[in-house]
């Protein structure tokens, strides 16, 4: 494949997570341009006010898929390269991965630096190499921003 159609691909399903992400009216999206990791920036906004609560997204293209062929968590980590696990380490937001066929425009995601809760409730931010690929839609998204909201409330609970 040419190095331009690999980029057209890149900005194309770049555009489609900004299709999905800003059908809510809560999320503000950030692109850095090339080289900035993770590719966008999602910002959660409350009543048109900045919250300062954010997410990051990183975004692939894929290409060609076999319908029959489901997602496998090793399909699903194969996306990200040896040095975006590595950057992932220094986020200090949730980050998301999104995967958009190039043939449907179908978009399916995973956190890949995942809002978790300790034992004793607290809030963590772990490197998922395990859960697969979901699909992305409307239910996906609200639950996604659900996970975020509930995340930052627990970080900023002060204890009694």
């Known amino acids: 494949m040419k190095g331009g159609e690999t980029s057209f691909l890149g900005i194309r399903a770049e555009q489609l997570a900004i299709v999905y992400l800003?059908?809510?009216?809560?999320?503000v999206v950030k692109m850095e341009g090339p080289g900035f990791f993770p590719d966008l920036l999602v910002s959660l906004s409350k009543e048109g006010n900045y919250t300062g609560r954010m997410f990051g997204v990183i975004v692939k293209a894929e290409i060609q898929h076999k319908p029959d062929q489901p997602w496998t968590t090793k399909q699903a980590t194969s996306f990200l390269q040896e040095e975006e696990t590595k950057q992932l380490l220094d986020i200090p937001f949730p980050v998301c991965l999104f995967v958009f066929r190039m043939d449907t425009d179908e978009g399916f995601y995973k956190w890949v630096r995942k809002?978790?809760?300790?034992?004793?409730?607290?809030?963590q931010l772990i490197i998922?190499?395990?859960t697969p690929l979901e699909k992305l839609d409307n239910d996906s998204m609200n639950r996604m921003v659900q996970e975020i909201n509930h995340w930052y409330e627990a970080r900023v609970k002060i204890p009694a």
Request: aromatic residues 6%; charged residues 35%.
């Open 22 to 27: 800003t059908r809510r009216n809560d999320l």
């Open 115 to 123: 809002p978790v809760f300790s034992e004793d409730g607290s809030p």
């Open 128 to 130: 998922d190499q395990t």
